[in-house]
């Protein structure tokens, strides 16, 4: 062979192996309403930055008649690339061959282009649409899966890690994107779930379908395995990208420091929350009332929704909201939404990320549901979480902070580097009725009128304790602030956090209570 | 937003306006446990019932065994009493938490 010849004879090798499966299998891809897998790649990065590697990789297995099989690219597409001209690894599961389905050379690409990830300190997106094991290839398919997860662990707080579940995603194979950082899904498409609809039927008779099973919508809304919910492809992956421009790309840099610019939310700060504590509202405005172009990248959006947590940037730097959501069941602190904001605080602490507080809530939900689900036990990680969050750490109380729920919104007794309180805001043990059926029991029960009696106690109580005053007095508020002084209270007191020094204990690490 | 239901939330004697979530909405109401109530603890298949409605039965007997995970697994009655009824037969693929048999 010549030169020309043996240049010609790669760019044959190449287009037979990047056609994966095959025409009649990507026909059969596009049938069921999925991209491919190189077209993903293809709308994840910026055009024309994908760079592959393993294009040629073969599986090695012998067994089962696999000696004679040709898996191109053993049903796995790695490689680096760009998101706005900063590099990122990838991998994408080829389900045009043999289903995706997951051998031991299939899974060496995936640590390969981990390893890379980790070395070079990018962001790690892995695309996944797979039947999951290569069954034919035995425990060397479940060593693959484990060595995924060992390094899913690895990276973990180092570099972001994404999962983009674009298909089947069953049995062990789910466990790498819930040891990832943020599991993308997309209506119809996504399937998670460690035991499939078939195995269901035969053990218990019950019919369920794939989609009610683990569908985008089961994992966004009651699982909260998801943390971003999109109607297509194209969606899913604005989403991604629009991600990875607002958090930093490892754990020792910034995000990237945008432009500052003003919100651009019509609605008047001081008209968004009701004066009435038991009034719902979306407490969204007031983030957007004080972020930055008022745009907010909201992070599990229809799970737990009584806690809202994003990243939004202020003076043209990213910070992460947690907010209670007086919209949803009250804003109430429950499991959910411990579990879901003690894991964002914590992702928060690992790469940097300042986090503004918004506190206004009940309390916790009772209910025997929520003893019994173990509210103590994922209560206790949302105040781990916060205790343990050594990034700036500011807290705007916007209306009520009761009880046990006040000091676990980033108070000042979990080390909140500074607090404000809006002039609405009722920091107390309680709110007004309870604390006055409780203090007032004696007076109330042998008034006259008790109502009357109980009315009077109410007012009495509100008077004195459902104001900002009694803690700032403490000084566990550091200021009484205007609503509309909000967003320029956050600027300085972001930029005066900007050096924070980090308490160093010797510790190897803590225990969280998960 | 709109598809979720309004609903009201009490809080040490306060009523707070506000909306469910398609979670909240699915939670099952809590109930007192009957321990004259035998239900599954698992999924699986019966295979075989060991007593008969009438029988007197005493803490330890076997009342029945169920196959699940590839495991015969054999149920102890965990109090003494009389069979009441009995809910199911062998063949009977039972979800986790189905009634099996009741004392009296």
């Known amino acids: ?514 | 937003m709109d598809e979720n239901k309004k609903i009201q939330i009490t809080i040490d004697d306060e009523n707070y306006e506000t909306f469910s979530t398609p979670a909240f909405d699915r939670k099952k109401k809590w109930e007192m446990p009957d321990d004259n109530i035998i239900k599954s603890i698992i999924p699986g298949t019966i295979i075989d019932v060991m007593v008969k409605q009438g029988q007197t039965v005493k803490e330890g007997d076997i009342m029945l065994v169920i196959e699940a995970m590839k495991m015969n697994n054999r149920l102890a009655f965990t109090k003494d009493g009389v069979v009441d009824k009995i809910f199911v037969k062998p063949g009977d693929i039972v979800a986790k938490g189905k009634e099996l048999l009741s004392l009296k």
Request: charge should be neutral; glycine fraction near 8%; include cysteine.
């Open chain 1, 1 to 514: 062979m010549n030169k020309n010849e043996k240049l010609e004879a790669l760019n044959k090798k190449r287009h037979e192996v990047m056609l994966g499966g095959g025409e009649q299998a990507i026909q059969k891809q596009k049938e069921s309403g999925k991209l491919t897998a190189r077209e993903r790649i293809g709308l994840l990065l910026d055009a024309n930055s994908f760079n592959e590697y393993d294009l040629f990789a073969q599986h090695e297995a012998r067994d089962f008649g696999m000696m004679e099989k040709v898996l191109n690219g053993d049903g796995v597409i790695i490689g680096t690339g760009t998101i706005d001209n900063r590099p990122v690894c990838v991998f994408a599961q080829d389900f045009t061959v043999v289903g995706g389905s997951l051998g031991y050379m299939h899974a060496k690409k995936i640590t390969k282009i981990q390893d890379v990830a980790m070395k070079m300190r990018v962001p790690c997106i892995g695309i996944n649409d797979s039947g999951g094991a290569r069954i034919q290839e035995g425990v060397s398919s479940l060593a693959g899966y484990g060595e995924i997860f060992y390094r899913n662990t690895q990276a973990s707080g180092v570099i972001p890690q994404i999962s983009v579940i674009l298909g089947p995603c069953a049995g062990g194979a789910v466990y790498s994107p819930a040891l990832t950082d943020y599991v993308f899904v997309v209506d119809k498409i996504s399937k998670m779930f460690i035991t499939g609809p078939e195995v269901i039927k035969t053990v218990l008779g019950e019919e369920i379908s794939q989609e009610d099973l683990g569908g985008a919508r089961v994992h966004s809304e009651i699982t909260g395995n998801a943390h971003f919910f999109a109607h297509d492809e194209e969606e899913c992956f604005r989403q991604i990208r629009k991600l990875l421009s607002i958090i930093p790309h490892n754990n020792k840099i910034a995000a990237d420091r945008n432009k500052t610019i003003k919100p651009t939310a019509k609605i008047d700060i001081n008209d968004i929350v009701p004066i009435d504590p038991t009034k719902p509202y979306d407490v969204r405005s007031v983030i957007k009332a004080i972020s930055d172009d008022s745009d907010f990248v909201e992070v599990m959006e229809k799970f737990a929704q009584n806690i809202v947590i994003g990243y939004a940037r202020i003076d043209g730097k990213t910070v992460g909201f947690v907010a209670n959501q007086p919209y949803y069941l009250a804003g109430v602190l429950d499991v959910d939404c411990s579990d879901k904001a003690a894991r964002f605080i914590r992702y928060c602490d690992a790469f940097n990320i300042p986090l503004v507080t918004l506190v206004d809530l009940p309390g916790y939900l009772p209910g025997v549901d929520q003893e019994h689900a173990g509210v103590i036990r994922h209560g206790a990680k949302l105040l781990y979480a916060y205790s343990e969050a050594s990034v700036p750490k500011i807290t705007v109380i916007l209306r009520k902070a009761y009880g046990g729920g006040y000091i676990a919104m980033s108070s000042r007794h979990l080390e909140a580097d500074f607090v404000y309180a809006w002039p609405t805001a009722e920091i107390a043990v309680m709110g007004p009725q309870g604390a006055a059926n409780i203090i007032f029991r004696k007076e109330i029960m042998s008034a006259e009128n008790p109502d009357e009696m109980r009315k009077q106690k109410v007012e009495e109580y509100k008077q004195r304790f459902a104001n900002p005053y009694v803690a700032a007095a403490k000084g566990y508020v550091d200021s009484v602030i205007k609503p509309a002084e909000t967003r320029e209270m956050l600027i300085h007191s972001l930029k005066v956090c900007e050096n924070k020094a980090e308490i160093k204990t010797d510790k190897k690490h803590g225990i969280p209570p998960f």
